[in-house]
């Protein structure tokens, strides 16, 4: 008796852990390009079991002596048990479970109902109601709530079926066209100095309905959204960004070369609405290379960098206190990077733009040398010019 007894009480209460929590699997069997796009990208892989830069800095962080894993609200919004410890003021230490691994899931986005504004970082109010998902669609931008219908015609002979049989939709949701749903997330960061540790620009928080985070970084690509409803294109769910499908982004890069009276230029214009590279882990690198007669010389690489630090040192984003250099490519900047190297008729020169995902100057700090990807330069996008 007793055992049945607690059986039947450990089935109920997982059953209701499980519709607290809406896992993406669930997703995966009407959304399968979508979910195997979502996997592979670094919103699926934001928590530290998946992420080692994310690891790496939380390991370092005061924080972690506390057992409070305050990053779940952006980096594993799903983890109820992490996010109602924090709220609680209990320990709140991340353990590898379905919600950690998968990071920002589906849900995460598609609950978001509105953004509310705070000093410090931004919050995502999510729908209480856990059957709505927003999305956006213009063709039926009034329907806040698509619910699943048959409909049945040619003297029953034709079934048509519209809206989803696990959900409803509400299109009708602004956020979902003009990008403002990354904001929550996206926006701002600031530390306890009252220092902006990451900040995203004026420009791409005055997201427009033409050009916003979605239409760069969710780029329409080929494929049906579902299989029950059927399209040619979907929105790209693998998230391009600096560690993840960067080629996808390469055409919001320019370069260009103009030859001087002494020496000559490097034109880099950043068609981003913010600036290139975000997070101050980044150091982005112009190499230039000429090729005379057979010979190669390799120009001193320029350094692209936005440094945080206290009394004009260096420091962790805890510790920062202001900004001691920022030379990262700005928000739709045009910039002139002169050398003062005198051509010759004939020159072939190879200029190449790209990125340590972790500064050379951090990588041992963060005990991450083991992991090639994160430190190695990284080719964003190449330029072949020739001298007259
Ligand atoms: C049983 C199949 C099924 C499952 C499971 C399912 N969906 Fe859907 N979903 C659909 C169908 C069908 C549509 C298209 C409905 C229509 O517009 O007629 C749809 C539409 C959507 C849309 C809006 C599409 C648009 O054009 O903007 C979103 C967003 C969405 N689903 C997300 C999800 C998420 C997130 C999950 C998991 C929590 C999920 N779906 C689970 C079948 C499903
Ligand atoms: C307000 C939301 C928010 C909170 C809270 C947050 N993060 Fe993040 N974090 C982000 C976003 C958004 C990115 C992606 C930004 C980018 O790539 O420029 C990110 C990226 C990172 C990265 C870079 C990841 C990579 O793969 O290169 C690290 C490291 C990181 N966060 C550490 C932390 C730690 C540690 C905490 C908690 C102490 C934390 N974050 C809390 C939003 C947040
Ligand atoms: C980081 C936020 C985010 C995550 C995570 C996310 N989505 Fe989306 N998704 C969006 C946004 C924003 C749109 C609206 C883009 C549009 O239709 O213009 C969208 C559109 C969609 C659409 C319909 C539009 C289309 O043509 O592709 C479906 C279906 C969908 N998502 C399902 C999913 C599923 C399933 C997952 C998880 C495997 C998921 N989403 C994860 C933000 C997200
Ligand atoms: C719930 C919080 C959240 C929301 C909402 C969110 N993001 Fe993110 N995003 C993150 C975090 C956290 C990371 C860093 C993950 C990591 O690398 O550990 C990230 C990383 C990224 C990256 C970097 C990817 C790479 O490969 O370098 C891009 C690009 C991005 N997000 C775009 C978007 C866009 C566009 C939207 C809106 C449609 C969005 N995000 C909404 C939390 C969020
Ligand atoms: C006009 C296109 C464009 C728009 C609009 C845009 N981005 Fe980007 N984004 C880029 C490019 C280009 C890069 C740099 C390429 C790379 O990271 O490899 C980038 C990089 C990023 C990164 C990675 C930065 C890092 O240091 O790792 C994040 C996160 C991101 N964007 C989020 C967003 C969000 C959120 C919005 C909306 C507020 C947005 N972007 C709007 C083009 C765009």
Redesign the pocket.
Known sequence: MKIAFWFLLLVTINLSALEKFQS?QV?QKC?PI??KE?FSSQ?RKASIFNDAIHKAVWDKHPLKKKDKYVCAKCHTPNDARIITALKNKEAAVPKQNKAQDEG???V???NIKSIQKHEKSNNNLVTTDKKILY???ESEKNEKDKKYKTETSMFGFVTKESGSPFHEIDFSNKI??NGN??LGCHSHKQNAHGLQVCKMDQNATSNSEKENC?TCH?PLVQGS??TIKK?K???Y?G?TGTIHKPEMLKKYLDIGFEQEEKGFSVKLKNHASHAFLLQPLRLGQLHVVIYRTGKKISLEPKNFVRIIGKDKKPAPPWVATEVLKNTQLQANELRSVHFDVDLQSKDELLITFGYFVVNPKAVKKLNLASHKEFTQFKIFKQKRFYVK
């Open positions: 993406s997703c959304h979508i979910y979502h919103h920002v899931s589906c995460s986005c598609h999305s956006a669609r979902f066209y749903v990354c979605i969710m959204f579902s399209s294109m979907h929105r769910h998230f």
